[in-house]
């Protein structure tokens, strides 16, 4: 597509049950990063993707938090037993290859458990 | 652990004056810099890059500074527009790596 696409925009969750975030980055991009973003504050690294491998899960912040790529395509962040903290806005981008810059970003997917 | 923080969280500008927004960075070990500006309810948008071999880079309206000497990165924009209104964001990648730091952000208010 033309540019990061994200869905769902927005996601309202009760405590407990498990959310699946989905990120189609720029065609042609082989990387593919995911970031947190909570109300007023920047943006922080979770995972990033070079093709369907994950060299750096260093951000993921617990156990609870996975995420996957296929087809060196769509990717999904998988948040498993959700807490309030989790709520945030969560941030795809993508950029030709690992280490290119800029990275390009979706819109986000709102995240808000009850 | 390094950071990079940025000095003035508002800043209130008058529609045709220039703009200045600063961020300071800790990680001397930081080989690029970027802005980005995010508008509400959407992603970040790239402006402008800068690689710590340069001091400066000129855009349409925007110039970045870079002084490595105190860690300081700047962003200037010339003859703000309503349209500039948003959050402003600095990051830094450090050591080629492939994730970037950001600071909390700015907000830019363009006062008619």
């Known amino acids: 597509g033309a540019g990061v696409s994200q869905s769902p925009s927005n996601k309202v969750t009760e405590k407990g049950k498990d959310v699946e975030l989905r990120c189609d980055p720029i065609s042609g991009h082989t990387a593919l990063y995911w970031y947190r973003q909570r109300l007023g504050q920047g943006l922080e690294f979770l995972i990033y993707f070079q093709g369907n491998s994950a060299p750096d899960k260093s951000g993921l912040p617990s156990d609870r938090f996975s995420a996957e790529r296929t087809g060196e395509s769509v990717s999904t962040l998988t948040i498993q037993r959700t807490q309030q903290e989790d709520s945030a806005v969560y941030l795809c981008a993508s950029s030709r290859k690992a280490g290119d810059q800029p990275q390009h970003f979706g819109d986000g997917t709102r995240l808000s458990i009850l | ?112």
């Open chain 2, 1 to 112: 652990g390094e950071s990079v923080g940025l000095h003035l969280p508002t800043l209130s500008v008058q529609e045709g004056d220039n703009s200045i927004i600063n961020c300071a960075y800790s990680n001397s070990a930081s080989d690029y810099f970027i802005w980005y500006k995010q508008e509400s309810g959407k992603g970040p948008q790239f402006i402008i890059d800068i690689r710590s071999n340069m001091d400066k880079r000129q855009g349409q309206r925007v110039t970045v500074l870079l002084n490595k000497t105190v860690k300081h990165l700047s962003l200037q924009i010339a003859a703000t527009q309503p349209g500039d209104s948003a959050v402003y964001f600095c990051a830094e990648r450090t050591g080629g790596g492939n994730k970037l730091t950001f600071g909390t952000g700015t907000q830019l208010k363009v006062e008619l």
